[in-house]
């Protein structure tokens, strides 16, 4: 029997790499590894690589194991879910791993500048009805720059038409350089071990037959960044089964 949220919990809180800080209490608690999760945590200079929405952190375990060289940190609110992967890297005593279970939009609160090297996006909510709310938003790349070297590495992995297409038009209107976009992973011919980790509901997507979108792209520090002014068609449904909840056929 599996086990339910309460017992997930507990388990995490006693977990050693698993920091907990939602946005209701981390006006009160500072965090302490801010600048300092090189020395005080991982205890190594490799490349520190974040998850931001990591889910159940399939990505954040399986980039660990890809890249030993590099130090991850899978993210997201939702810790029932955040467990699979906390357990999973636990077990396997994996000390280039850690989750932080709070809220996106505050991120910028646990790292110093220059402190991450890049950011995974891995199926994020296309957020279709407000643009500040996508993480790919120009809202969210002033935040990031706030904590990643300059030219950083954002790579995003989604199944969202409207996501994919959206960050495109962000990227060419703020001129960021692009290392490497397809609207067909697994047809792409790209040469990349990271093909072979396919989180749970990525693998629901290929069986029904829908395409995998990969964008790499570089967030400099200089020039200021502006919105594309551009309309984009609606995807005709939502992950996790859900329908797009708008009667709208395009958005900003």
Not at 62 to 91: C, H, Q, Y
Request: net charge negative.
């Amino acid at each position: 029997m599996s086990k339910g949220k309460l017992a997930k919990f507990a388990d995490m809180a006693g977990y050693p790499h698993v920091f907990e800080y939602p946005y209701s209490v981390v006006e009160e608690v500072p965090f302490e590894l801010k600048g300092r999760w090189h020395e005080a945590f991982f205890h190594n200079n490799h490349p520190i690589v974040l998850e931001l929405g990591c889910g159940r952190g399939e990505y954040t375990v399986g980039l660990g194991r890809l890249f030993p060289d590099k130090n991850f940190i899978g993210v997201d609110i939702k810790g029932a879910r955040m467990w699979s992967g906390a357990t999973e890297s636990l077990n396997e005593g994996m000390e280039n791993v850690a989750f932080l279970r709070t809220n996106i939009e505050i991120i910028d609160r646990f790292f110093a500048p220059g402190e991450v090297s890049e950011i995974w996006l891995t199926f994020s909510d296309p957020q279709m009805k407000k643009a500040t709310k996508r993480l790919t938003s120009t809202y969210f790349m002033n935040r990031y720059r706030r904590f990643l070297v300059d030219g950083g590495l954002i790579h995003l992995k989604t199944d969202s038409n409207f996501m994919f297409t959206y960050t495109k038009y962000m990227v060419e209107h703020n001129h960021l350089p692009v290392e490497f976009v397809t609207d067909d992973l697994y047809h792409s011919g790209l040469a990349d071990n990271i093909l072979s980790i396919r989180t749970y509901y990525e693998q629901q997507w290929l069986d029904r037959g829908l395409n995998i979108k990969y964008l790499k792209f570089r967030l400099p520090q200089e020039g200021t960044l502006e919105e594309p002014d551009v309309e984009i068609e609606l995807d005709d449904y939502r992950s996790y089964n859900r329908s797009k909840r708008s009667g709208l056929e395009k958005s900003k």
